[in-house]
């Protein structure tokens, strides 16, 4: 034992030789060392600059909705809500605000139990025309929603449902299944087998072990799914322009057109519109935002 010991400590005090590799220790130490002696400089001030960059549109929307008409300080100062209340009440912001979120959110729930049901199909069956049907869902995404106006606009027209919020949400819809049946097909793919079959073995239907084992853990990316469905929607434009007409019916983006004259535009009343256009995605991506980068991470991985 003593032996033993004897050898073990002199190999302990056997020094390193000077030509050899460093031990993986000291090669992961030297590499944050490397990154810590970068200047702080270099980090910040590109991050900074983006920053600036970003922030710098949305102080001037600001700046113009909160300043009074006729200011031309740098800093909103004194405040006035006159622009907010002048385009909620007198240019029907409000209609505009109300039927945009219904838009959206039909649009959201159509798009996610529509994907859902597709990109199970896609991710536990095996068909003929699969890899077709794949490359035509892909292929989709290079056709722009200009193009289908004038095949959209008689479609509806003969079902009788131009002016209706419907046919903005069926549009919305269609332009966006194609990526979402994508990517719910890839966060299906990432839930093994074999739990539905543990609950198969159990008892459970198709249907029942869907709903039990594999659809709590599509949450992120149901949630991502579904939450950029809502934006692409709440902010689109040319589909409301084009399929309604009437004032009670159209949404936000085509009201902020609307502020726009041919010989002048009211910068206060456009601004305080583009800050309600804006609150709520903010809002939704504040509040999803674990979520997404959750959700977009796991889809990354299969499919």
């Known amino acids: 034992m003593t032996a033993v010991l004897t050898e073990k400590s002199g190999a302990a005090r056997t020094p390193v030789h000077p030509g050899g590799p460093p031990p993986p ?26 920053l600036l960059f970003t922030l710098i549109p949305f102080y001037w929307m600001l700046l113009f909705a909160l300043r009074p008409a006729g200011s031309t300080a740098l800093v909103p ?14 240019r029907s ?16 729930i159509a798009t996610t139990l529509v994907a859902l049901a597709g990109g199970y199909a896609l991710a536990r069956f095996d068909f003929r025309i699969k890899g077709a049907f794949m490359l035509a869902l892909l292929c989709s995404q290079f056709i722009p929603g200009a193009l289908m106006l004038v095949p959209l606009f008689e479609i509806f027209r003969n079902l009788q449902m131009i002016n209706s919020l ?57 949630i991502a799914v579904g939450s950029f469905a809502f934006v692409h929607s709440w902010n689109h434009f040319l589909f409301a322009l084009m399929f ?21 535009v009211d910068l206060g009343a456009l601004a305080a519109g583009g800050v309600i256009a804006a609150v709520p995605v903010v809002i939704v991506f504040a509040f999803i935002q674990k979520w997404l980068v959750t959700g977009f991470s796991a889809g990354a991985v299969k499919g």
């Open 77 to 90: 100062w004194p405040m006035t809500g006159e622009h907010f209340s002048k385009v909620w009440n007198e």
């Open 93 to 108: 912001f409000a209609v505009f605000f109300q039927n945009s979120m219904i838009v959206g959110v039909a649009t959201l």
């Open 244 to 264: 309604l007409s009437e004032q009670d019916k159209q949404t936000i983006p085509v009201g902020l057109n609307t502020l726009i004259g041919a010989d002048s």
């Open 166 to 222: 419907w046919s903005v949400v069926i549009a919305e819809t269609v332009f966006q299944l194609p990526l979402s049946i994508i990517l719910i097909s890839g966060f299906i793919k990432n839930v093994p087998v074999s739990l539905e079959e543990a609950a198969w073995v159990d008892g459970c239907s198709r249907f029942t072990a869907f709903r039990a084992v594999v659809l709590p853990l599509l949450r992120p990316g149901l």
């Open 25 to 50: 220790s000291r090669r992961r130490s030297g590499r944050e060392r490397a990154f810590d002696d970068v200047p702080r400089w270099q980090i910040y001030l590109p991050l900074g600059l983006y």
